[in-house]
């Protein structure tokens, strides 16, 4: 009992530290990994059912250099392999907007980022090579985020983003959407 009552009291330090390393490590167990290996490579898939089929989508610089992490400081192009069974989609009738999430690590979910309505309505043709004939081919697209600066400015640098891009044609009602997680550069 004696000994007990002299036992020397936890110093300060050392329960700040505790708690300090508890915290970490919760953060870390609720949230271990990446979302899809982005901190690897691009994951993409099709969030529309059809007519339209994606195969594959490269990112690279504007020098057709493949890159990873995106620099979104710079204009990318994103090539789709698509197939395209039916439509033709053609200059003003294909319509895009953008969505953005930004990954929110001590939540270990994504977290909606304004756009100022700046990726809403916006004219596809003036991004991609129209027009986009039926048939299995590579649809090319200019990124160029420096042209949406106040999204840019809110765009936190050295992180995973998820970008969902819907497409529709007024003229035959076809519908495609992809969505891309990767990690980006942003200042
Ligand atoms: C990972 O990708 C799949 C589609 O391949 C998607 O459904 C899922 O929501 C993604 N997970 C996260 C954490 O973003
Ligand atoms: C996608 O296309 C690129 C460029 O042609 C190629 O290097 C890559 O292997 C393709 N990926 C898949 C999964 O087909």
Known sequence: MVHYYTRKPIPMSF???SVLLLVISGV???CDQWPNGT?????WWECSNGPIKLYNVTVMNQNGQPEYPILLTAPIQVWIDIDNPTDTFTDPNLRAQVNLWSWNYAGCSWASVPTFGLLRDLNACDFATCPINPGRQWVKV???FTQFQPII???KDNMPYQLQLN???KASGDN???SFQAWCRTK
């Open 28 to 30: 870390c167990l609720g």
């Open 142 to 144: 200019t990124i160029d």
């Open 153 to 155: 400015n809110v765009l």
């Open 176 to 178: 495609v959407c992809v």
């Open 15 to 17: 329960l700040k530290s």
């Open 167 to 169: 497409l529709h044609d």
């Open 39 to 43: 901190d690897k490579a691009i994951h």
